[in-house]
């Protein structure tokens, strides 16, 4: 039986350029997916400085070019949905304001008095 883990993919004491809290740094080459960049699709844990998948919790790497490998995961391209259209608003019936002060309760009236 080989109790022994296996090494990290890239050594902590090489000149390598990736990042201090990259996976390759402490994961082997099996225990982390390469993406192309970073995206919502695989978001960053502050608790352990990995970004990681939604859906199988797997350690991701964002940076292929600093770790010399190419990426397996593209990021999806999320589009914001357009502004309103400004003609449109416009057009809109506009709701009743209402003033702060009438807003606030009031005093309650006194019934009987004139």
Same mark, same amino acid.
């Given at each position: 039986?080989?109790?022994?883990?296996? +090494?990290?993919?890239?050594?902590?004491?090489?000149?390598?350029?990736?990042?201090?809290?990259? /996976?390759?740094?402490?994961?082997?080459?099996?225990?982390?997916?390469?993406?192309?960049?970073?995206?919502?699709?695989? @978001?960053?844990?502050?608790?352990?400085?990995?970004?990681?998948?939604?859906?199988?919790?797997? @350690?991701?790497?964002?940076?292929?070019?600093?770790?010399?490998?190419?990426?397996?995961?593209? +990021?999806?391209?999320?589009?914001?949905?357009? /502004? @309103?259209?400004?003609?449109?608003?416009?057009?809109?019936? +506009?709701?009743?304001?209402?003033?702060?002060?009438?807003?606030? /309760?009031?005093?309650?009236?006194?019934?009987?008095?004139?």
């Amino acid at each position: 039986m080989d109790d022994e883990a296996e +090494a990290p993919f890239i050594d902590p004491e090489s000149d390598y350029p990736c990042c201090w809290f990259c /996976p390759a740094l402490r994961l082997p080459r099996t225990g982390f997916l390469v993406a192309d960049r970073p995206s919502r699709d695989w @978001p960053f844990d502050v608790a352990d400085g990995y970004r990681y998948t939604v859906d199988t919790r797997t @350690p991701v790497c964002v940076h292929p070019g600093r770790v010399g490998l190419d990426a397996e995961r593209r +990021a999806r391209i999320y589009v914001d949905p357009p /502004p @309103p259209d400004p003609e449109q608003t416009a057009l809109a019936p +506009a709701g009743r304001r209402r003033r702060w002060w009438r807003l606030r /309760p009031g005093p309650k009236s006194m019934s009987g008095q004139g």
